[in-house]
T-cell receptor, first 114, second 111 residues
Framework: EPEVTQTPSHQVTQMGQEVILRCVPI?????FYWYRQILGQKVEFLVS????????KSEIFDDQFSVERPDGSNFTLKIRSTKLEDSAMYFC????????????FGSGTRLTVV | TQLLEQSPQFLSIQEGENLTVYCNSS?????LQWYRQEPGEGPVLLVT?????EVKKLKRLTFQFGDARKDSSLHITAAQPGDTGLYLC???????????FGQGTELSVKP
């Protein structure tokens, strides 16, 4: 069964530092997403990416966040200057089409900002 | 702002009982997905429903999409301890952008 792979599984960083979360989506999928889940809260949408550009982003996804698909296989989320409130599980997901197929999520990166 | 209300939030039942989880919104979905999430893991897709009135079955799980595409339900027949977990519904309102997640139903099935 194809998987979405995320690295690292855990990351601890100091406030103000930059972090890059990495994802390898399923190879024939076209739509890519980042979601986050703060402990005990709902899964929240951050950004969707299609055809090498952002197709939609949430209010959470401010100027401190960026995404990139540098080489056709990796999909990265960068947080430029982390804040305490960025501590959460970050999930990457991919889908073969816009509607009707559901997403395949990765196992997540637990980010702790201290 | 689209909201997706999921109920109940917690459910504790005995093995062999039936249960239903509900997912409701005031907005129309393009599609609705049900996921199961284990602690510390990502959501795992159970089913996607797209057509109003659609019913899909996955072993003892039956998923229904409302005729107006504003609500959905998950029914589990003869629950087993292995069904214990967090069940999430998620709606796609604009065909391929963001999913709006419900707050989840924490199911505990006791032997």
């Amino acid at each position: 069964e194809p998987e979405v792979t995320q690295t690292p599984s855990h990351q601890v960083t100091q406030m103000g530092q930059e972090v890059i979360l990495r994802c390898v989506p399923i190879s024939n999928h076209l739509y890519f997403y980042w979601y986050r889940q703060i402990l005990g809260q709902k899964v929240e949408f951050l950004v969707s990416f299609y055809n090498n550009e952002i197709s939609e982003k949430s209010e959470i996804f401010d100027d401190q966040f960026s995404v990139e698909r540098p080489d056709g296989s990796n999909f990265t989320l960068k947080i430029r200057s982390t804040k305490l409130e960025d501590s959460a599980m970050y999930f990457c997901a991919s889908s073969p089409a816009a509607v009707g197929y559901g997403y395949t999520f990765g196992s997540g990166t637990r980010l702790t900002v201290v | 702002t689209q909201l997706l209300e999921q109920s109940p939030q917690f459910l504790s039942i005995q093995e062999g009982e039936n249960l239903t989880v509900y997912c409701n919104s005031s907005s129309v979905f393009s599609s609705l997905q049900w996921y199961r999430q284990e602690p510390g893991e990502g959501p795992v897709l159970l089913v996607t429903v797209v057509t109003g009135g659609e019913v899909k079955k996955l072993k003892r799980l039956t998923f229904q999409f409302g005729d107006a595409r504003k609500d959905s339900s998950l029914h589990i027949t003869a629950a087993q301890p292995g069904d214990t977990g967090l069940y999430l519904c998620a709606g796609d309102y604009n065909q391929g952008g963001k999913l709006i997640f419900g707050q989840g139903t924490e199911l505990s099935v006791k032997p």
